[in-house]
């Protein structure tokens, strides 16, 4: 009856032990997809403007729906602040960069400019391919627009508070 209840016993924390490694390859594996920028997006200043003027703007956005923002500004130190976005904004750029892929929807947009900022759209697959969605002036182009607004929803070009320490 004893030896009984040690194979039972042994049983239990062996299945408890592989549960438990189970577990934490699952939760590892789920944290490395989550963690996996999957869009870039990056504005360029066609001109250099006064101190604090945003030179490059990069946006990226990670599959958990974090969003991070590199801020090259000219004349102050390089700024980096995070969010994270609701799961309906997530889904539309997601949407945006799978169907405009798909579609080649961009394949013949080109806006003729020469001032303001270029923008570049890039998607990044599973294998860490950067596919190009656009690149160029984005003006009047609705779809464009309309991705370059929701991500600046999340992040301000530039924060009131860091605005008032250049004056």
Avoid at 16 to 23: E, G, N
Avoid at 109 to 118: E, F, K, L, Y
């Amino acid at each position: 009856m004893r030896n009984s209840n040690n194979k039972s016993r042994i049983r239990i924390v062996v299945v408890i032990a592989i549960t438990l490694v189970l577990a934490l390859s699952l939760y590892i594996i789920i944290s490395n997809i989550n963690n996996r920028v999957f869009m870039r997006i990056t504005y360029t200043s066609m001109f250099i403007g006064p101190v604090g003027y945003p030179d490059e703007i990069t946006y990226e956005i990670y599959e958990s729906g974090k969003i991070s923002i590199y801020r090259d500004l000219v004349g102050i130190e390089d700024q980096k602040e995070t969010a994270y976005m609701k799961q309906s904004d997530l889904k539309t750029i997601r949407e945006f960069a799978i169907n405009s892929i798909q579609n080649d929807t961009f394949a013949n947009t080109h806006v003729q400019a020469s001032d303001g900022a270029i923008w570049k759209f890039v998607y990044i697959d599973s294998s860490d391919n950067e596919i190009m969605i656009y690149s160029g002036y984005t003006y009047d182009v609705e779809e464009l627009e309309a991705i370059q607004s929701l991500i600046r929803s999340y992040l301000p070009l530039i924060r009131k508070e860091k605005r008032n320490n250049l004056k």
